[in-house]
């Protein structure tokens, strides 16, 4: 097979996605965001045809495929103006954990729910004090006879209101040592104790950002995911599949843009002839072409890394491609409304509302400083910065 193309059956799904996702559209998924409302509907949609199920194990009612098509799936509906970040969270940072480290009764309990997107599950790591230095985390969960107690804090955690729980990394203390070390717990969204509050956000989207408290929540044995001491080789199953399904996010939105680009350069003359013969305006777009297939090439290496069972080589690939695709996203916008003039910036065009939206693929879900230091540290071999 040629390493450098997509199977068959991998462009197929993406046809069936595009054709789908068509039927909504950038104009729906505005006027939700503005209106305050859900994209609940195409989600519920997408779960239906099995798009949102396509990397759960096939026993539990998944498409048995891989991150490779699920971020696809997350790809295509970005291009079709229609970005769900609850993708890169709920089918592929939590389906992926529970598959591969929950019990059987957790993984009975959850999978069939991610296969066919009736269950939502929101994933928080990010806290106030610690931001990107993950070890500072100080959410913890201690011991009370079979329970746990959960107390802490985290911070634009994405969706929620939408979810039916969340994913919470936290610690446990090592009864023996005293040590804490991470541990995952899944959290419902109406246990006592949980409080959540939306942050006030300049993004066009469905999707919110929260502040989470939890305040000595109690939660059975069972909340706490797969076995106790499991936790740091849970989180790093999680985090590859959350930049490539970042950087899906990113490609996708990437195209939208210079789609819309292309097709108004050829259209709209000013001086005679159509705007894109200048190649002033030409350039930009086809370096932001380049840019966009390059960033797309490095997401389906990390993706078949991933899905080949190579972690360490795959965290490398993914960080890149998250890189790379949160760049020629943010650039691709900022050339497209340059192309567009004044109608850059008027909501019917849709473009405006995309700066926020690639914006945030430069700092979520790992910053770009934080992957330049990645890269520096473990491909260049240089001395740890901070
Ligand atoms: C839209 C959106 C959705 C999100 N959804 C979720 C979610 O669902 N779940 C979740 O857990 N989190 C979520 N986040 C949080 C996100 O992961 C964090 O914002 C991100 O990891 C950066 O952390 P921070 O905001 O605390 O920035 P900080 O860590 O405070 O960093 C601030 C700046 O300093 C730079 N910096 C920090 N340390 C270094 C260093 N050593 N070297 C060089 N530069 C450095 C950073 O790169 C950044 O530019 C979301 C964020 C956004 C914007």
Redesign the pocket.
């Known amino acids: 097979m040629n390493p450098y193309a997509e199977s068959a059956e991998r462009v197929a799904l993406r046809k069936a996605v595009a054709d789908l996702a068509a039927g909504y559209g950038r104009g729906y998924f505005s006027e939700r965001a503005r209106a305050g409302e859900k994209t609940t509907d195409l989600w519920a949609d997408m779960g239906k045809h099995g798009y949102l199920g396509v990397a759960v194990p096939e026993e539990y009612g998944g498409g048995g495929g891989g991150i490779g098509d699920l971020a696809a799936v997350c790809e295509e509906l970005a291009t079709a103006g229609c970005p769900l970040?609850l993708m890169v969270?709920s089918p592929a940072i939590c389906a992926t954990v529970i598959a591969r480290f929950g019990t059987d009764e957790q993984k009975q309990r959850w999978l069939p729910g991610f296969a066919d997107g009736t269950r939502t599950m929101?994933?928080?790591?990010?806290e106030?004090d610690?931001?990107?230095?993950a070890h500072k985390i100080t959410t913890t969960g201690r011991r009370d006879g079979d329970d746990w107690l959960l107390t802490g804090r985290?911070?634009?955690?994405?969706?929620v209101d939408e979810a039916e729980s969340v994913l919470v990394?936290a610690r446990t203390e090592d009864a023996r040592t005293g040590r804490l070390q991470p541990a995952l717990f899944v959290v419902p969204t109406d246990a006592p104790g949980f409080e959540w509050k939306p942050i006030a956000?300049d993004?066009l989207s469905p999707e919110r950002?929260f502040t989470l408290f939890f305040d000595d929540v109690r939660l059975p044995a069972n909340a706490l995911v797969g076995a106790e001491g499991a936790g740091i080789a849970q989180l790093f199953a999680g985090l590859n599949p959350e930049r490539i399904m970042a950087a899906s996010f990113s490609t996708g939105l990437g195209r939208f843009a210079l789609r819309r680009a292309t097709e108004y350069v050829k259209t709209r003359e000013v001086f005679g002839a159509p705007i894109g013969s200048h190649q002033a305006l030409a350039h930009p777009l086809a370096q932001s072409h380049i840019e966009i297939e390059l960033a797309r090439l490095m997401t389906q290496r990390a993706a078949a890394l991933y899905d080949a069972g190579d972690d360490a080589a795959a965290g490398e690939a993914a960080n890149m491609a998250k890189y790379a695709a949160a760049e020629a996203a943010c650039t691709v916008v900022d050339r497209a409304i340059q192309a567009h003039g004044g109608n850059g910036l008027a909501s019917e065009y849709g473009l405006a509302s995309l700066l926020a939206a690639t914006r945030?693929g430069r700092?979520?879900?790992?910053?770009?400083?934080?992957v330049?230091?990645f890269v520096a540290m473990h491909s260049l071999g240089l001395p740890k910065?901070?």
Do not use: D, H
């Not at 985290?154 to 969706?159: D, F, M, N, V």
């Not at 700092?363 to 934080?370: G, L, N, T, Y």
């Open positions: 970040l969270v929101a994933f928080s790591i990010t106030p610690a931001g990107s230095n985290k911070t634009y955690i994405s969706g990394v956000m993004l950002q945030a700092i979520a879900p790992v910053s770009r400083e934080m330049l230091n910065s901070y």
